[in-house]
């Protein structure tokens, strides 16, 4: 064997090498036979891994870690090869899924499937007042998971008084101890229903603006940030209850689960409020991804469904991370089976199903688009925010 | 260090040394700390747990990870190694060196967030006109050779290692005579053997070296791999969507803390490994010339 | 097995260039079986890179090699019947000796019993059994270079080079290495091909020595006739103790011409070389034949064998002293005395003469 | 020196005194070493000359569509993007000040007064850092400089300041802190490198010339060494002004880089303005190790390898 064979055999093994890669590639996630659902932490409840949400729908799931960025979901079903990737995923109702399914990135549900459908919430039916954040051309499209209605959080043990209004978040007396999401959906419609209700600028409807509303929007949050106003913006759970249990920032609007993890990081008094002006609710839903429709996992699909939509589902996530449910029965279940949660717990899970109700009930709420009309606006003034 | 340098100045020079690479190595020792914490990042109280460390191997999506991380350390090093030793024979025997160096050491230049979305945007271009070829040409072999997947971050990760291995392999080549591989050439071996017989034998430290950093690289990679993967998830991609979700779980912790003590082992031994060689091989020589002298 | 008639090595008008630098220009050598025969040269004046393309690790751009008959031009070093010995760093540093010595039949596929018995006899006849399991660090110079041998005559090749093998050994090391190299040649009755810019160590080893220098064969033949009877003038400006004059050709009769040098009339023999009237030329004599005339100093007429200067200085060298003398022109001269003068010398500055045999002095025309 | 690409051509035998074409496999061997080349060139140096050309193409809803136009250039140069892509400049030189200043003196001492044999063992210390992660190395300065962090803690304790500083995280200082501490290695790494071109016996001559450590840096070792300390700088500038990871975690109001500027416009969906990003970053690279090789050959970086 002399030199030439040496070279000739290397590069074989290299073209080997290749060969077997993307064999490996595509045998190693062949191999995983159950339900590939692309979806954040939230979307789980019980064990810290997903067992128990697969004991509950019977069916094995593997996860693909999920980030919260709107436009980054749409690039990968869309123009990436999320269809090949993942069978089902989820995202914000009201905007996403029509922008997917005009895509044809997901697929029409049949609901017959979901025997829990029959305990949905009521706005969620046909005429409802959330019924188009699940349908797109009046097709049903997603299953509502979870909902709330973003608010303030703020540290009462420090500031000693509770706060009600959007204005205490960008008042001088927190200069520099104030915080928003870094996401343009939450962020421009928290401060456009602000700039509404407090008549600060003449905004129609805070979540689908026109170009000229979120300039106004953004050059408001320009305007602070170049005072220093904001300490930062968080970015995912862990981050921004950092920040409040850290006491680094004193307010910031942010999703109840990170109020409730920042409390419990320390025992702080930190609060949720309940703002006068509104808040911007949203919903989190799970979508059937054409790829997983044509791989036949969509019997899985619905099994699972129907688990998100089951009070089991709905007792567990309000105790655990205090997002509303989206089925009527939970208290009734609570009851049926007292041993699930200790006194306590029960008397937090109603304390909390009462202050969300007192929020839903505030006129100005709107619901956060992640795909409002002109999303380029929304990104460009955005950028602009990011680099103020 | 001769004998009249003041030996305070040299000693506090040492303890500046060494106090640099604690502040350094902070965040590693950190990270050790809190993967040994119950209630986790950033609590105040501590408590001693080594729960974690048992949920590493039991936490499907990190041991999933785990697994196509070490499936792309191998890969890339299997291919960034032989190519980082051909490029090195070349660039010995290479009278313009210019052009060769540029070109290799150039990916150690580009930040990894650039090199990522140039990348990025090329390889999706080039598989965009496959496709388009495929349709051209009506079949459709290669419409998803240049998708983003395994192959796509296996290139960007040959790109990003193989300046460091060229340049440590060519160290321990520095030491190297020619005139030997000559000598074995006139014994009558061919090009291969005299290579294999006498030249890798001691560039083999090299090798191994380069290959040990290889891994370590492609193991603690985020930014290029998360832009170039595919649809699975590598080790520091899980432990970013972690943080930027719900927040790194115990595990992560542990797990990271596992790799990094490893890590930090491998290169320990290797620096103990040399030290006790060199000070066997000193003795052995001062043993032998001891007695021509007396 | 190669026709005895042939040479073991033909090299014909072979040239290499490296860009535009002539490292070897026309070369035209044959070097006969069995031949210790020797490259001897300054450095840089290209003798290694002829043994290189000898060996094969050059590829020549003009001309062609052949050994023993055959053109080896595209055979790559290990195809060629030659091994080659190197000046240092050519010892696997990872190998034990005999590890060292035996590779080459190690790679030729002989079975292990073969190679111990074969290497052991070659150790054996460089002197170096006790040290089978030393690495080569744990070697002095000299045992370094004897593994070399070692390791090349253990295969029985044809043909040996010798990439100056005893440039990095002391003096003395190096006058008992040539005797052995010598006896180890006419031993094992191989051709050796030794490249060295030492002279002595030529002189030594050598059947035939061949001049080399800036690309060039200037001179080839064996050591008496280099020393006494140099062909061309750099070959007596490079081997031993040359005076070299250089002057105008004042007139020619019969076998013998009048040379002008530095005022005085020097009558040479022709040695049969076209020479014409007014034509500068070159002589050489070497210094030992040159005499001090201490006895009839500067007022005796003329001979045409010598030539008058003002003394300089005398180095004493303990076996020889040397006597420097300027002459008119400027050029200086060296009378090289074996015995030690006893009597008194005269002082610098003095006129002295310079007297020497007609046979001794040589004419060069390039 | 043998041309190890010619004599490991020759691979095999042929009939004797015959001078035919070299076969196949002869010419394929040289290819075999310049394969690493043409992998670079085809995956590495096309795709980032590739950034130029795609950087004016038309931006679509989703992806691009060939064209001509500067609008990215524009949306680059005439928008808050440039100030701060000269301000991370800024911030990027203060950074390689600040580590040439802490690691340099480090590769000149263990060059200096160590055993040749220990000196790779030393500096191979500082390569222990990177056995975590980038970004975990990153995250985790965030509980060490925020507000109860670790260094205001001990600051208060110990009682040196009475109010904990805010400016160590979420602003700029934050940011250059990350730098510093992400690129400190390397200019030991090519200040150990550098320091190859300085004789050992320079120290000596020095000292016996009476010339003390100041000047012998400015006038004996800083010119020795320039190339690779020039190299180490343009390491790090070049990745503080890239690594989108820093300002991203650690930086506040206006705290953002090439690279937070382009992975922002790749999760925008505006590929052409993240090609123009990285095509103004190359330009810059380019000029800059130009403008390197000019002033010192860099070439003469690996001279002591070869």
Redesign the interface.
Known sequence: MNQTEFNRRQIMALLGSVAAMSGAGTMASAQQTGLKLWAPGIAKVGAQDWSDMEAQSGISINTIAKSARADESIQKMVVGDGNALYDAMTDNGGGMEDALASQGAIVELDISKIPNWSNILPSYNEGGLSADTIRHEGKIVAVPYISNADSLAFNHGVIGEELTSWEALFDSQFRGRAAMQNDFGPTLTNTAIYLKQSGKGSIDNPSDMTEDEVRQTCEFLIGLKKKGHFRTFWDGVQNGAGLLSSEEVLVSSCWEVIQIFAARKNGQDIRYGTMKEGHQSWNNVVMLTRGGMERGMDAAFYQLANVYLSPWFGAQTLAGLGFTPQMGGVQEYVDANPDMFDADTKQIMSKRLERKQARRAVAGNSWQNVFPTNIRAYQDWWARVQAA | ??DY?NILL?RL?WT??LL??L??????I??MYISFNA?G????EYAFTLEFYG?IF????LI?AL??TL?LAV?VT??AI???L??A?????ADN????????L?????????????????F??LNLTFVWLGDQLGMSLFDS?F?????TA??GL??YT?PYSF?VI??T??RY??????????????????????EF??IRAGVFSACA?TV??V?????RTS?LK????T???????????????GQSYAM?AL??FV??AA?GS??IF??LR?ETLSRV?RA?AEPVMS | MPDQKAPAVDVRNLSKHYGDFVALHDVNVTIAAGEYFVLLGPSGGGKTTLLRTIGGFHKPTKGEILLNGRSVGHLPPDKRPTTMVFQAYALFPHMTVTQNVGYGLKVAGLPKDKVSEKVDYALEQVGLSQFTHRKPHELSGGQQQRVQLARAIVLDRDILLLDEPLAALDAQLRKDMCLELKHLQEKVGITFVHVTHNQEEAMTVADRIALIANGNLVECGNARDIYRAPEKAFTASFVGENNMLSGKVSAVNGTSVIVDVAGSKLTVDKRGLAVNEGQEVKLSIRSECVALDLVNGTHAPSDGISITGSFDESVYLGLTTSHLVRLPDGTEMVSRVIADVDDSLPEAGAPIRLTWKSSDIRLHVD | MSNPLTDMADGDTFPVGLQKKAPLRERLVPWAFRAPLVFMLLFFAFPMAMTVVFSVFERTMFWMEPGFTLFSYENFFFSARLVNFLNSMKYSVISVVICFAFGFPIAVFVRKSIPQIAQHRVVLLFILPFMVSEIIRVFALRPVLQRNGLINTTLLDLGIIDEPITALLYTHTGVVIGEVLSFLPFIVFSGFLAMEAVPKFIFEVCDDLGVGPWRRFKDVILPLAAPGIFAGSVFIFVNGLGVALLPNILGGAGAVNAGLIATQAITALDFPLAMAVSAIMMTTLMTLLWVGHRLFDLTKILTPLS
Request: one cysteine or more.
């Open positions: 260090m001769n340098e040299h020079k500046y040394l640099v690479v502040t350094l190595m902070t965040p590693v950190y990270v209630n990042f950033g609590a105040n949920l039991s936490d499907e999506l999933g697994r196509w499936m890969v299997l291919i032989p190519m980082a051909l490029a024979k070349y660039y010995k025997a060196k210019l052009f060769p160096v540029f070109l290799l150039a990916p150690l230049f580009v930040p990894p967030d650039i090199l990522g979305s140039a990348l990025l945007v090329f999706k271009n050779w998708r983003l997947s395994f192959l296996t290139i040959i790109i193989i340049v060519l160290i080549m520095g005579h020619p005139e030997q591989t000559e000598a074995a050439r006139a014994c009558g071996a061919n090009g291969w053997r005299a290579f294999w017989d006498i034998p001691q950093f370590i690289l193991f603690n990679e985020y930014t832009l595919g649809g699975f998830d080790f520091t991609t899980v432990l970013i969507s972690q943080m930027l979700n719900t927040g790194m779980s990271s790799v990094s890590a930090i290169i290797i620096i040399t030290m060199a020589a032998k």
